[in-house]
């Protein structure tokens, strides 16, 4: 009589993917409160820093108003605005305004800092879009070019481009864009964000954007579309080369590090070939850190819009800037930098959250 060994039943997975499930949801969630909590003293900090860098240069009436009012009207209109009072109180004052959405009110022009951002930011938002769109088109597949011609003369050539995209000042591309295509070939628009006609359509839209390729469409008219189209085309290319270069870079260096995977090199054994491995399987790794970086890279193009708007008269933020730089009108600088180091805060924390959506190590 044979005996029956009895094996003891393996456990359950159930309760052990439930915990895996758990901690991993507990680690996102965490990561994305710690995430959204740094957004708080991150804007506390610059907007401070703004602040006293302001008053640096004296009260912001002196600066703007200095040499056109009488001495007794300006000390009134300072004792009237309260810049007489000590810089702490100031200070306080200023970050409850914050807080209740006044930004102050602009000197040369009197108007609300807020309406002024919401009217030109639309155009510097528009811009940067386009920038981005340059920037994938032109950076994605020469990184590739680059990682599957690496090491050889095509690979060296990219490198070269990538650096100059980056190096080259933002006003000298965009000088040499209009030399070539605005005035010897005469293809392309030298400025503005559309032509007159073209404004005065779409100025009779009811409910408007302010992003012209939006209320082009909303016209219904082929010409105002092309007409925007156009108008985009080298501010778009001059200010999307600047991260066209990064990404080039980005997607080079990580294409050819998944190259050398287990993984890659199990696929090429079975004689997968060489543009093939670098289409199928290393190109979707290589775009993670280009979404990690895209926050970064919004910084950079909102600061290289400033040189761009300022080359092609594109009226965003970055042209009533310089115009309140040159005015002295630091409330309305001070509101402007205020607002896009927001602008970056927030797009760097929904960048961190994509990132940790698609590769979960960024979680931990």
């Known amino acids: 009589m044979t005996a029956t060994v009895s094996t003891p039943a393996a456990p359950t997975a159930g309760p052990e993917r439930t915990k895996a499930r758990r901690r991993t949801g507990g680690g996102l969630t965490r990561y994305l409160i710690i995430r959204a909590l740094l957004i708080i003293p991150t804007i506390f900090i610059l907007v401070t820093v703004v602040f006293f860098l302001m008053r640096s240069t004296g009260d912001p009436i002196t600066a703007a108003l200095g040499g056109k009012l009488p001495p007794a009207q300006l000390q009134e209109r300072i004792h009237q605005a309260g810049y007489d009072r000590p810089l702490i109180v100031q200070y306080i004052e200023y970050l409850g305004q914050l807080l209740r959405g006044d930004f102050g009110t602009t000197f040369t022009d009197n ?23 340059v920037a994938f088109i032109v950076g994605i597949p020469l990184g590739l070019v680059a990682a599957y011609f690496r090491d050889r003369a095509g690979d060296a050539s990219l490198r070269i481009f990538a650096i100059l995209c980056y190096a080259t000042p933002v006003f000298f591309v965009g000088m040499v864009l209009k030399l070539v295509f605005s005035i010897w070939l005469n293809v392309l628009p030298v400025a503005g964000r559309a032509s007159t006609s073209s404004e005065i359509e779409m100025q009779t839209l009811p409910n408007k954007t302010g992003i012209y390729l939006i209320d082009a469409f909303m016209t219904g008219d082929p010409a105002v579309v092309g007409d925007v189209l156009l108008h985009a085309v080298l501010p778009a290319v001059t200010l999307g080369l600047l991260t066209a270069g990064i990404f080039l ?67 965003g933020l970055g042209f009533q800037l310089e115009h309140y730089l040159q005015a002295r009108d630091f409330v309305a600088v001070q509101g402007m930098v205020v607002l896009l180091a927001v602008i970056v805060a927030v797009t760097n924390f929904i960048v961190d959250v994509i990132a940790a959506l698609i590769d979960p190590r960024v979680r931990y």
Do not use: C, M
């Open 249 to 315: 870079r980005l997607v080079r260096t990580n294409v050819i590090g998944t190259l050398s995977t287990d993984y890659v090199d199990a696929a090429r054994s079975r004689g997968v070939s060489e543009s093939r491995l670098v289409r199928k399987h290393a190109y979707r790794p290589a775009l993670i850190p280009i979404i990690t970086v895209i926050g970064l890279q919004i910084a950079l193009l909102l600061g290289g819009a400033i040189l761009t708007e300022t080359t092609f008269e594109w009226k």
């Open 111 to 133: 108007q609300p800092v807020t309406q002024v951002l919401i009217h030109y930011g639309a155009a510097t938002l528009e811009l940067a879009f386009y920038a981005l769109i």
